[in-house]
């Protein structure tokens, strides 16, 4: 008898972190319908509502910075009254920066490395002790840690912390039976370009940089979450590695 799909993950418990928008709640969707339990982070509140709303009854949110070590305890905390131990740790959260190398301030610099490396990296050691033996971690890095891309350098420097990391906690985490990998999109349907600029700008760029995909178009969220439950739950004999969910821009 084949296996209900709604329950494919049933009994499974799953953080993410920014788990209320974007590639997160992708990931958290697709996991809740199919039956595991998600606690979801994110900094705000209105958004987490909205997330809990959508994910239902499965989910738990819980507002937490990923660059505040005090939340990041907290939420160890929360995570431990609300599951006991978890299946699998899908460290999401993140944030994007456009500034000139040239002009690149002192204070954004280390807001990007604070949210995007030294939070997950926290983030992952608080969180370790309630994994359960074969758990995967999966931590987002970017196509930007192996191209130049003009205007996200310390962005770009930031993924490239978290790659190393990805291999680096792999090994360490290994004698605990915890597997350490890291999905890597390219350009990806999340709404971003219509948010932060007018909609004829908006239309031009994302134009321009379908074209710079081997796949000419954008990839769905869908398609990230899918390649996060599978380095989650199905690549068993998977640890250290990163997939590109990219097109092809990173490859071809």
Partial sequence: MENNPVSKYAGKNVVITGGSSG???????????????????????????????????????????????????????????????????????????YVPFDSMPEEVYDELLAVNAKGPYFTVQKLAPFLNAGSGVVLTTSITNVLGIPMISAYAASKAALRSMTRSLARELLPRNIRVNAVSPGPIDTGILERSMPKEAAEQTEAQMKQQIPMLRFGDPVEVAKAVAFLAFEATYTTGAEFPVDGGGSQI
Avoid: Y
């Fill in 23 to 97: 590639l997160g709640l992708a990931t958290a969707k697709l996991l809740a319908e199919e039956g595991a339990r998600v606690l979801i982070t994110g900094r705000t509140q209105a958004t987490l509502d909205s997330a809990r709303e959508i994910l239902g009854n499965n989910a738990v949110a819980v507002q937490s910075d990923a660059a505040s070590l005090t939340d990041i305890d907290k939420l160890a905390d929360r995570v431990k009254a609300e599951f006991g131990t978890i299946d699998a740790l899908f460290v999401n959260a993140g944030i994007t920066r």
